[in-house]
């Protein structure tokens, strides 16, 4: 007896997907938007399937990429590709994964319309694919890279010599994406980078977009907090172009650029985000406008007290403790790409998630109201980290000029094998030698007895 079609599962989307090569748009968008909401919630049905289909379904996702398609089944491929290389729990299945797909991903990227804000969330997906699929930092640092040169380097044109003019969205999450990617592992890239893209993001403070202004002030948050910032004083000058230049400049127009100056620029863009909500009549916008000026205060905030500023105390989102200025930009990146709830249902599951934020689940009782049975509620909490003093035992001998680690007694054993069993040893040829006279000597008194006549 033939089975029933397996519909609404991961499988039963991936078999429309697959099916609807012959069919027209709204059945392939159907699909990968039924794919798309199975992986964003992931039951436990799904998990085992996805570990044994897991390349099937990423190579159908990149059909679509490769293929052209509208810009809504573009995006949706794009998430269902990254939620993958979240969701797995092998690193090297989603390095797999990324290995094949980043370089498509960012391909669709730059071959999109500047007009269109997909490019930007595809661009995210991007960053997701590089963050849980490029363990290693050299991926890492190779992402960055194709980032800064479509997005930020001078050199990037449109192939007939001019500078390519970027929607501020598409910016916004360029500088969100390359700030996530380097969130991962800071320590594995080297210091080198931050010579340009300090100055690159002080420059985008000036930008009209507030967007683009929130991300380039959170990117400095973060290089700050990593310990880059504090290097660039007396490496680098900025000029009012936001280009590099050389620390012995003595242009009236360069200076040097310190946290003083970030925070100085930082309050006077807060203060016309203030004016701007003010004036404006749309109850929206006007919010909006607040909440951006509230963020640019924080940043400021930050970077005239340090890490010892009280507005940013650790606060619990999402059931985890947000300690750092790299935790805060993971949680915010993530829930633009999962949402608020998603995020918060796969922090529970997901053990990257929880290494990530350095957190670890405790089940805690929880009563509800009346005579109702008590529930078990999840609770994520930050494990701290505390130095420890190791155990070092006392060595009962100290190393020799020549690094040796044998003990007085010990070495005498070992001087007195060698000198009296090893072949090799002068009291072993010695006694050799004294050997063989006495064998010659009684070899040739042998001989003589023979000769005598007297001999018996």
């Known amino acids: 007896m033939k089975s029933a079609p397996r519909r609404n599962t991961l499988a039963g989307y991936l078999d429309q997907l697959a099916d609807s090569e012959k069919h027209k748009a709204r059945a392939r968008e159907a699909a990968l938007e039924g794919m798309v909401q199975e ?23 990149l059909r679509v990429v490769k293929k052209g398609r509208s810009a809504a089944e573009l995006l949706m491929a794009a998430r269902a590709i990254g939620l993958v290389a979240m969701i797995l729990d092998d690193m090297d299945a989603a390095h797999e994964i990324y290995r094949d797909s980043a370089p498509k991903l960012f391909d669709a990227v730059k071959s999109s319309s500047s007009k269109l804000t997909m490019p930007a969330q595809v661009l995210e997906c991007f960053a997701v694919l590089t963050f849980f699929g490029g363990y290693l930092s050299e991926h890492r640092l190779e992402s960055m890279a194709m980032i800064w040169a479509c ?7 449109d192939g007939q010599g001019k500078k390519k003019e970027h929607s501020p969205e598409l910016v916004a999450a360029a500088v969100s994406s390359w700030c996530f990617i380097l969130s991962s592992d800071h320590c594995g890239i080297s210091r080198a980078h931050w010579l340009t893209a300090i100055p690159c993001f002080y420059h985008l403070l000036g930008h009209d977009n507030e967007s683009v202004v929130l991300a380039a002030a959170e990117a400095l948050a973060l290089v700050f907090e990593i310990d880059s910032l504090m290097s660039v004083p007396n490496s680098a000058a900025v000029d009012d172009n936001g280009t590099h230049g050389s620390s012995s400049s003595s242009s009236s127009s360069s200076y040097h650029l310190s946290k003083h100056d970030i925070a100085k620029k930082l309050n006077e863009r807060e203060r016309m985000l203030a004016m701007e909500a003010t004036d404006d009549d749309e109850e929206g916008k006007e919010q909006q406008e607040n909440i951006a000026a509230s963020r640019l205060a924080l940043v400021a905030r930050f970077f005239e007290e340090g890490s010892s500023c009280k507005s940013l105390e650790a ?15 993971q949680m915010a990146f993530l829930e633009g790409f999962l949402g608020r709830e998603t995020l918060a249902e796969h922090i529970k599951v997901n053990k990257q998630l929880q290494s990530m934020f350095k957190s670890k689940m405790a089940t805690k009782k929880k009563k509800l109201v009346g005579e109702k049975p008590t529930v078990m509620a999840y609770d994520v909490e930050r494990e701290e980290v505390k130095s420890r003093l190791l155990y070092k035992p006392e060595l009962k001998w100290k190393p020799d000029e020549d690094g040796s680690l044998y003990t007085e007694g010990s070495k005498q054993r070992l001087i007195q094998k060698k000198l009296t069993q090893s072949p090799a040893s002068w009291l072993s040829k010695a006694r050799t030698q004294h050997m063989k006279k006495l064998r010659q000597v009684a070899a040739t008194d042998r001989s003589k007895n023979v000769m005598d006549p007297d001999y018996d």
């Open 39 to 61: 992986l964003a919630r992931m039951l436990k049905r799904d998990e085992e399937f996805l570990d044994s289909n897991r390349m099937s379904l990423v190579d159908q996702c």
């Open 315 to 329: 606060t619990r989102k999402e059931g985890v403790m947000l300690t750092t200025w790299s935790e805060r930009s």
């Open 151 to 157: 997005f930020f380097h001078d050199s990037s044109d």
